[in-house]
């Protein structure tokens, strides 16, 4: 249902951020993307939604070819695919909801969400994300005055509100303590589960990523150099994949001990 | 699960989100409404046809330009002071018969302009020599005050706020103001300009500097108080090192703006090439006008180049 | 015992000892040339001092019966700066998204150009040219410090814009917004409690210009106080004075809560 021909990103300081990607991707898939930093794992799931563009290659979504969109055809996919960050990214001074509703943008017209004229029908969906994430009483709360596991449940009741086909996580929970990590992560497998949304989430933990993922895809300077089913994966796999031995960092339980 | 709660005064004030917004923007058409008509401004005149043909006569006339009206003027060479080549037949007949307004270049104009500078050199140069003079002394003046009106050195707050209220006082009087004051009181001329600038620059001085006393670090004052040095020594050597760049870099800033300032300061009659322009206005000598709004226009830039340049070296 | 190391430190180089006494003398030469070029005629303090004392104690009796006149051309002038504020401040926001890096692209160099060039005039030249436009009165002034305060509040916008943080306009962009959803949902609400900031804080100044154009005839008190300065009539200066202050004073200080409470 995704499929990467190829895909290859260098940046204009030349960099080879994605050397010779090649990947096929099912409905319904949770997977986890492991590798060090600047492995390639942010870039390439951003190609998924062109929020950076392939320099070469191509990205089969549904048949369509995603890098050869047009505008509009572009901003069509993007409401389909639904993308949670590290930094959550919300809207600071706004409240919950009108977070939760951005993600009804792509759906409704300039005029009507410059008036914040939302269809009763959008507000509804928007409470019933907030609740399946969770945190449904802190509807009008503003966004800034949550803690952070719950920002980032906010901004994946605003993915949820696309009611996307595709969820992207990108170090959904490197600025999260322990225990809220678990949390989040938990939540997008249940949504992954309930909803049959093909989830991508990049990961520098790899005992998270053991826990939680279906399959797990290893990145090394732009390669991918593993890729298979989660309970194939052992530590020796990782320290392929990094390239190096495994060090308590790269542990959540791990970071914990740490102090960190 | 908990369900979110429906009523409940702050959920009812967070729906309310869009009604704040709304308030503001209809109390700034209410404001907008009142302002204009009480001062019986309708939005038409800013528009109208005739408004910027004014206008554009004016600016036209500023530059290279000058204008006929008249068919004494399209006849003769018109000006004493100003010679101009006279217009060809053609163009005496549009303005006679047809009742034409002209704009006819003005030959040598960059000569002339050139000229008419050297002219002024020396009420140009006082400019800067008012500006020089207000921004130093009001400066100077500034340090004793600045450290009477900084809560950190003053212990009794009579002081500390007689010295506040004072400075702000001085801070609420537009620098114009003062110069049309003191040239009203001592007469025409420079001086008044100095002091005007010289009290300007000191309120503002006073302002910076007592912020950026109230900033310091403590620490090198309680040194200089516990090893018995008097109080203006405890100045001199715990407070002043901390200061000074921020006192430089503030002196420069004032400096900057009395400049700005010093240009228009003879509008009023306190020197400078501000009494010039309102000798050439009254004249309705526009290109004199026009070249003297040239000069304040490159101070203006000239100034704001510097200080950018200065301020990148100092950080 | 550690043998105790030599730290002496190195003699400065001559010329950071020099510096400044060389600093001082630059300004002595400079004040200097300031001062004696200044040809002011020699005043004759016998008279002056007695004079302006005369001046200064007629000013601290001021003509209270001026009052009613007074306020009206206060509320005059106020109403000036807060037209010609309110205006700039909306007026402004193109120019300032033109202006930022982030926003105006290749043009946010133009837009920069654009803003410099308007804040170079000085507002009082505008006022005069508007003048010769709209006839004396305070359109005029309104119009000046409008379009001065463009330049000017146009300038703060651009860094605004060009400091925010860029992560909701991600996320906007991720969620399939269109340019206008990006930016009304992403970049004005981080901006917009800052506009509002500037657009006060101008207004504070516009107040105290408003006062000021009025000497060259574009509305407000400044007529009135020139008239006053020029017949010598100086109680009357005295109490044009009192409600200059108490006005800026108090928009200072209302404007610097309001300004608190949107930070």
């Known amino acids: 249902m995704l499929q990467f021909k190829n895909i290859a990103k260098t940046f204009p300081d030349g960099t080879k951020a994605l050397k010779n990607v090649n990947l096929t991707v099912n409905e319904g898939e949770f997977i986890v993307i492991v590798g060090l930093s600047g492995a390639g794992k942010s870039t390439l799931i951003r190609c998924i939604n062109r929020l950076v563009e392939p320099t070469a290659g191509q990205l089969l979504a549904f048949g369509q070819d995603v890098t050869k969109m047009s505008d509009a055809e572009l901003r069509r996919w993007r409401t389909q695919v639904g993308m949670i960050f590290q930094s959550f990214n919300l809207v600071k001074r706004s409240s919950v909801l009108q977070n939760v509703l951005a993600g009804r943008l792509g759906h409704t017209g300039t005029m009507r969400s410059l008036l914040g004229m939302w269809s009763h029908d959008d507000i509804e969906l928007a409470k019933r994300c907030l609740e399946r994430v969770g945190i449904p009483e802190k509807l009008y709360n503003r966004a800034d005055a949550l803690s952070g596991g719950q920002q980032q449940r906010v901004s994946i009741a605003r993915a949820l509100c696309q009611k996307p086909k595709i969820m992207l996580a990108d170090e959904p929970v490197a600025s999260l303590d322990p225990p809220t990590s678990h949390s989040v992560l938990r939540d997008l497998k249940r949504i992954n589960r309930e909803d049959k949304i093909t989830t991508f989430v990049n990961l520098h933990f790899i005992d998270m990523a053991q826990e939680y993922a279906d399959r797990i895809i290893g990145m090394r300077a732009g390669d991918i150099v593993f890729d298979g089913p989660a309970k194939d994966v052992t530590e020796q796999t990782f320290e392929e994949i990094y390239g190096r031995k495994i060090r308590p960092e790269d542990t959540r339980a791990g970071a914990v001990r740490e102090g960190a | ?315 | 015992m550690t043998a105790a190391r030599n730290v002496g430190l190195a003699p400065l180089p001559w010329w950071r000892r020099w510096a400044p006494g060389f600093f001082t003398l630059v300004v002595l030469a400079v004040l200097y040339w300031a001062g004696a070029g200044l040809k002011t005629y020699t005043l004759d303090w016998r008279q002056t001092i007695p004079q302006s004392v005369r001046i200064l104690d007629l000013m601290f009796h001021p003509d209270w019966a001026y009052t009613p006149s007074l306020a009206l051309k206060l509320l005059e002038t106020v109403q000036m700066a807060l037209l010609g504020t309110l205006l700039a401040s909306v007026l402004a926001v193109p120019f300032g998204f033109l202006a930022a890096r982030n926003m105006g692209k290749k043009f946010s160099y133009f837009g920069k150009f654009l803003l410099n060039a308007i804040r170079a005039f000085p507002e009082i030249i505008l006022a005069i040219i508007f003048i010769k436009g709209v006839g004396p009165g305070p359109l005029a002034g309104i119009m000046a410090m409008g379009i001065h305060s463009i330049g000017m509040i146009g300038k703060l916008y651009a860094e605004s814009v060009e400091a925010i943080d860029r992560g909701p306009t991600e996320a906007m962009l991720s969620v399939g917004a269109n340019r206008i959803q990006q930016i009304w949902f992403g970049v004005i609400p981080q901006v917009l409690p800052e506009f509002s900031s500037y657009a006060l804080y101008r207004f504070e100044i516009n107040s105290r210009a408003a006062t000021i154009l009025g000497i060259v005839g574009a509305g407000g008190i400044g007529t009135d106080l020139i008239f006053a300065i020029q017949q010598r009539v100086w109680d009357r200066v005295g109490i044009i004075l009192l409600g200059i202050i108490v006005v800026v004073t108090i928009i200072d200080v209302g404007s610097g809560w309001l300004r608190k409470k949107l930070v």
């Open chain 2, 1 to 315: 699960m908990m369900t979110p709660p429906d009523s409940g005064p702050k959920e009812k004030l967070a729906r309310m989100g869009w009604l704040k917004s709304a308030v503001t923007i209809l109390a700034l058409v209410l404001v907008y409404a009142w302002c204009s008509s009480s001062l019986r401004i309708a939005p038409g005149q800013f528009t109208s046809g005739d408004t910027w043909k004014a206008m554009g006569d004016l600016v036209i006339r500023l530059g290279p330009f000058h204008r006929v009206q008249t068919c004494k003027d399209a006849n003769t060479a018109w000006g004493d002071d100003d010679p101009i080549a006279k217009p060809d037949p053609a163009k005496v007949k549009a303005v006679c018969e047809d009742g034409k307004v002209l704009y006819v270049y003005v030959p040598h104009y960059l000569t002339s302009q050139v000229e008419y500078l050297n002219e002024i050199k020396d009420p140009l140069l006082d400019t800067f020599r008012m500006a020089i003079l207000g921004a130093f002394f009001g400066a100077l003046l500034a340090v004793p005050f600045s450290l009477l009106a900084a809560r950190n050195l003053v212990r009794s707050k009579i002081v500390y706020w007689t010295v506040r209220i004072m400075l702000n006082l001085i801070r609420t009087v537009p620098d114009l103001v003062w110069a049309a004051l003191l040239a009203g009181a001592l007469g025409a001329g420079a001086l008044p300009g100095v002091i005007a600038l010289g009290i300007f620059s000191f309120g503002l001085n006073a302002k910076l500097l007592s912020e950026s006393v109230e900033t310091i670090d403590p620490g090198p004052l309680e040194a200089m108080q516990a090893c018995g040095a008097n109080r203006f020594q405890q100045i001199r050597y715990g407070v002043v090192p901390q200061v000074l760049p921020q006192f430089l870099a503030y002196a420069l800033y004032v400096l900057e703006i009395d400049v700005r300032a010093s240009t228009i300061l003879g509008l009023v009659g306190a020197g400078g090439i501000g009494v010039l322009f309102n000798t050439e206005l009254t004249y309705m000598r526009y290109r004199n006008v026009g070249a003297i709004v040239v000069v304040m226009l490159v101070i203006v830039w000239a100034m704001d180049f510097i200080s950018t340049k200065v301020r990148e070296r100092l950080i």
